[in-house]
């Protein structure tokens, strides 16, 4: 009896497989990786947007506390950020692009005290008196006895806001029309 020795021939193709196999996990890897540093960077885009809009309001909020304090706003001019209607206030593009806002800007634009630790800049605000007229009748009466001469004084204020959040690239403008109570 004749014992044959057969020889494994190995040619490798484990191997090969294997390291294709690896290949593919570390690509999908790297791409999980990748996209949760991009879903990381789209969540603080989005806290920092936020940040900045409850700066803008804060803004807004206490403007309108001025507005409606106990003596009216002098709107002269004397008053930093205090002015009569602008023409050009109506448009946004004056407020984003034209006006100054930074912290040289303090003859133009209020310098709120309200205390925001996550913000770049403290929130600013300017407020508008706007050239409102009486209408007989728009108080809820049906019919206006009184008279226009001796209509009361509306007085309606246009409030523009500036949050700045958490880095200097994130910026809300609000406006508010407000009506003195």
Known sequence: ???????????GAVLIVALILLLLMTIIGLSAVKGSNLQELMAGNVRDKQVSFQAAEA??????????????PNVSGANVGFFEERA????????????????GGS?????TNIN????????RY???KLDVAYIPGSDGRAVDVIGVQNAPEILVYRITSRGVGLTENSIVYLQSIYRRQ
């Open 88 to 103: 050009e206030g109506s448009v946004s593009s004056y407020w984003t692009q034209e006006y100054l806002w930074y912290q």
């Open 126 to 128: 300017v407020v508008e």
């Open 107 to 111: 003859n133009y634009s209020v310098l």
């Open 116 to 123: 925001l630790q996550n913000t770049f800049q403290p929130p």
């Open 59 to 72: 803004a807004l909020r206490q403007a309108e506390e001025v507005v409606n304090g106990a003596q009216t």
């Open 1 to 11: 009896m004749k014992y044959e020795i057969k020889q494994n021939c190995q040619t």
